[in-house]
């Protein structure tokens, strides 16, 4: 697609239910990133994926914290009992990858509010 | 890893010049700026590679110190335009993964 495309753009959930968010890259980008931002703040890194490596999963805050990329292109971030500090933006981003090519573009995020 | 910028927080009148640094840990190869508006997605602004290069877009340009491993963003005659935050993304050698800084504030007032 022309654009980095998420979905749901918002999502309200109960504490303790489980939820997905999903993130369709550009097409041809390799690397595709997941960040959260909470309200005010800045852009915590979540996980990195880069072609066919392995993730770099070493912003994920806890294990209820997972994600997926299925065939290089669509991502899912997973969200299990969801707890009301998980309240934020989540903003996916792609790129075409490599050292000093890794020029982001950002979708337009999914809004989580846990109640 | 998260570089520091500084200041967190910027107030201007148009036509007033700001700068906007950020500090990392560790070496660099690449540093990013990027600018957030309220409510929308950060959108890129320049990349500096290692070799101490200075790029500029309009009126907005940049530096990156390889071997201090800071970088600043220079904003001359501001605009209404220029105002959002502001964020630095920093590629640490050996990865290619970019990790963003805690963010400067810009607001430009008439």
């Known amino acids: 697609g022309a654009g980095v495309s998420q979905s749901p753009s918002n999502k309200v959930t109960e504490k303790g239910k489980d939820v997905e968010l999903r993130c369709d890259p550009i097409s041809g980008h390799t690397a595709l990133y997941w960040y959260r931002q909470s309200l005010g703040q800045g852009l915590e890194f979540l996980i990195y994926f880069q072609g066919n490596s392995a993730p770099d999963k070493s912003g994920l805050p806890s294990d209820r914290f997972s994600a997926e990329r299925t065939g290089g292109s669509v991502s899912t971030l997973t969200i299990q009992r969801t707890q009301q500090e998980d309240s934020a933006v989540y903003l996916c981003?792609?790129?075409?990858?490599?050292?000093?090519?890794?020029?982001?573009?950002f979708g337009a995020g999914s809004r989580l509010t846990v109640l | 890893q998260q570089p520091v910028q500084s200041p967190q927080a910027v107030i201007l009148r148009e036509g007033e010049d700001a700068v906007i640094n950020c500090s990392s840990s560790?070496?660099?190869?690449?540093v990013h700026w990027y600018r957030q508006k309220h409510g929308e997605a950060p959108v890129f602004l320049m990349i500096l590679l290692k070799g101490g290069e200075q790029k500029g877009h309009d009126k907005i340009s940049a530096s990156f110190n390889e071997k201090k491993q800071q970088s600043s963003l220079y904003l001359t005659a501001s605009q209404l335009s220029y105002s959002g935050t502001y964020f630095c993304g920093t590629e640490i050698y050996n990865t290619d993964k970019l990790i963003f800084g805690t963010g400067t504030r810009l607001q430009v007032f008439p």
């Open positions: 560790k070496a660099l190869y690449s």
């Open positions: 981003a792609s790129s075409l990858g490599g050292t000093g090519a890794n020029v982001l573009t």
